[in-house]
C-alpha cells in the first residue's frame, strides 16, 4: 500500500470518474470509516460501468489508502489522518448570496430523521458524540431546475421547535431565529467534488459531474454550534464572483480581496 497522500489514478477516463467520487466522497465524511462499500456489481449499475472499470477505481483507492479490501467481507472505508492542510479562502459575500437565493427558490425535502451525529458533523460542531441531531436534505430548484442538494444537521434540542412541514416551506435559517437561536458567526469553506449516484439523479445531472461543495459551521452568541451544512451546486447555475484590489508596493504588491463589495451568484 502506498502513502495515502500519493496519489495515482487508475488508467481509464471511466474508472477515473468513479475513483474521483467515491474518494471525495470518502475525504468530506459521506463515506465515513468502517462504512462498508457497496458491492462491485452494485457500484457499477450506479456509476453506468462495467466491473472491471469498478475494480480498477476500487484498487487505486486501496492502493492510495482510503479503503480496505477483505475476501468474504466485502470492501471498508478506512480510518486515516488528514496528512495536509487546505487552503481556506473568504468569500465575505457569500453568505448574502445563499440567503436571497432561499427566499427567491424553492425546496424539495428528500430526507428527514433523527439520529446520532456523524463524527465529523459532531467534531466539527463540538457536540458530545452521542447527541442526536436533525438530519434533513433537500433540494432547492430555481425555474424548475434543481441547483443545490442541501443536508443540514441541527441538534435535536433546537430542531424539535419546526416541522417537517416547515422545513419544507422555509429557509432553515429562519426556523432556527424562530425557534430562539440567535446566530452571531458562521465558518466556511468552498471546494469542488464530483456528483455520486444519488446526487447526480436529484440535481438532474450525469454521475461524476464536477460540482461547487460548500461546508459551513454556524454558531450562536455563546459559541454552540447550532448548525452544520453540507452544501452541494451545479457550476452551471451558481458562480461565485470576488472583487479584488491591488495592494502594496514594489515587488511586495499583490492582489487581495476587496472587503465590502458586493459579489454575485446567478442561478
Known amino acids: 500500500m502506498q502513502n495515502a497522500g500519493s496519489e495515482i489514478l487508475p488508467e481509464g477516463g471511466k474508472a477515473r470518474r468513479v475513483y474521483l467520487s467515491l474518494r471525495d466522497q470518502i475525504s468530506d465524511g459521506r463515506l465515513s470509516a468502517g462504512e462498508t462499500l457497496p458491492g462491485e456489481q452494485r457500484l457499477a ?4 460501468v462495467s466491473r472491471v472499470t469498478v475494480r480498477r477505481a476500487l484498487d487505486a483507492l ?5 479503503i480496505e479490501k477483505r475476501a468474504g467481507s466485502g470492501t471498508t472505508v478506512r480510518a486515516r489522518a ?12 457569500l453568505m448574502p448570496q445563499l440567503v436571497e437565493m432561499g427566499h427567491s427558490t424553492t425546496a424539495r425535502l428528500l430526507s428527514f430523521s433523527y439520529s446520532q451525529a456523524p463524527d465529523f458533523v459532531a467534531q466539527a460542531m463540538g457536540l458530545d458524540r452521542a447527541e442526536k441531531v436533525q438530519i434533513a436534505t433537500r433540494v432547492r430548484i430555481a425555474d424548475e431546475t434543481p441547483f443545490s442538494h442541501l443536508t443540514t444537521y441541527v441538534p435535536a434540542e433546537i430542531a424539535q421547535n419546526y416541522s417537517e412541514d416547515d422545513l419544507a416551506t422555509t429557509p432553515l435559517f429562519k426556523l432556527l431565529e424562530r425557534s430562539g437561536v440567535k ?3 458562521a465558518h466556511q469553506s468552498v471546494s469542488a467534488t464530483l456528483a455520486g449516484p444519488d446526487v447526480a439523479d436529484a440535481l438532474d445531472v450525469a454521475v461524476g459531474s464536477a460540482l461547487l461543495s ?6 450562536d452568541f455563546e459559541g454552540n454550534g447550532v448548525e452544520y451544512l453540507s452544501g452541494l451546486y451545479r457550476p452551471d447555475m451558481f458562480r461565485l464572483e470576488m472583487p479584488l484590489s491591488r495592494v502594496g508596493s514594489g515587488s511586495a504588491r499583490h492582489w487581495e480581496p476587496a472587503i465590502g463589495q458586493t459579489g454575485e451568484a446567478s442561478s
Open 82 to 93: 488528514l496528512t495536509g492542510k487546505r487552503a481556506a479562502m473568504d468569500f465575505n459575500t
Open 183 to 185: 446566530i452571531k458567526e
Open 45 to 48: 449499475e450506479s456509476f453506468g
Open 62 to 66: 486501496s492502493d492510495a489508502g482510503l
Open 214 to 219: 460548500l461546508k459551513r459551521v454556524v454558531r
